[in-house]
C-alpha cells in the first residue's frame, strides 16, 4: 500500500515520501495561483478550484487566502462559499453539503501527530475525515478537528473548536463546541 492509500485510509503514513511532497506543492502553487487571481475573476477561480479539487459543485466561491494541502480529498457541493483566510488540511477526505457557508479565518484539519514527542519526532502521522452536511453555516474563526461530522441544518459559533460530532438542526458554540440550542426546521 502506497503512503498515500495509508494517509486517505487513516493508517500510520510517512508525509515526507516524494509522492506526497509533490502533491502538496502542487496543490499549493494552485492556492497561489488562485489567490493572485483578480477580484472579479469567477469563471477562471471556478475552474482551478475544479482542478484543485477531487469533487465540486457549479456554485463554489472562496475568498482570498486560501490554502490546502493536496486538494484532492476536498469535496464540496453546490452554494459553497468559503470567507477570507480558508484553511483545509486535507489528508484524509473533507466532504461538505450543499449550501455551506464558512465564515473567515477558518480551518478543517484532518492530520493527527503522535502525542508522545518520540513517536512525533518520526514525522509518521494519521488522519481523520471532516464531514459537513447541507445547509451549514459556521462562524468566523472556526476550527474543525479531525474525524468530526457536522450534521445537517447546523450552526457553529464563530471561534468555536470542534472536537466532537455535531448532530443536525443545532446551534453549537464553545471551545469545546457544544449544542446550545435546537433549531426547528
Known amino acids: 500500500m502506497s503512503e498515500r492509500e495509508k494517509m486517505i485510509s487513516g493508517e500510520l503514513y510517512n508525509p515526507l515520501v516524494p509522492e506526497l511532497e509533490a502533491a502538496r506543492t502542487k496543490a499549493k502553487k494552485m492556492c497561489i495561483e488562485y489567490n493572485n487571481l483578480p477580484v472579479g475573476a469567477q469563471k477562471e477561480k471556478t475552474e482551478l478550484l475544479k482542478k484543485l479539487f477531487g469533487k465540486t459543485g457549479e456554485k463554489i466561491a472562496i475568498e482570498p487566502n486560501f490554502f490546502c494541502d493536496y486538494g484532492f480529498n476536498i469535496e464540496c457541493g453546490e452554494n459553497f462559499y468559503i470567507n477570507h483566510n480558508g484553511v483545509i488540511l486535507d489528508c484524509a477526505p473533507v466532504k461538505f453539503g450543499d449550501n455551506v457557508f464558512i465564515g473567515p479565518n477558518c480551518g478543517f484539519y484532518t492530520a493527527i501527530h503522535p502525542l508522545k514527542a518520540k513517536e512525533r ?11 459537513v452536511g447541507d445547509n451549514v453555516w459556521i462562524g468566523g474563526n472556526a476550527v474543525i478537528l479531525p474525524g468530526v461530522t457536522i450534521g445537517d441544518n447546523s450552526v457553529i459559533g464563530a ?3 470542534v472536537t466532537k460530532d455535531i448532530p443536525d438542526n443545532v ?7 457544544k449544542v446550545i440550542k435546537h433549531i426547528e426546521q
Open 121 to 131: 519526532n518520526t514525522v509518521m502521522e494519521t488522519a481523520k475525515p471532516i464531514t
Open 159 to 161: 471561534g468555536s473548536v
Open 171 to 177: 446551534v453549537a458554540v464553545g471551545n469545546p463546541c
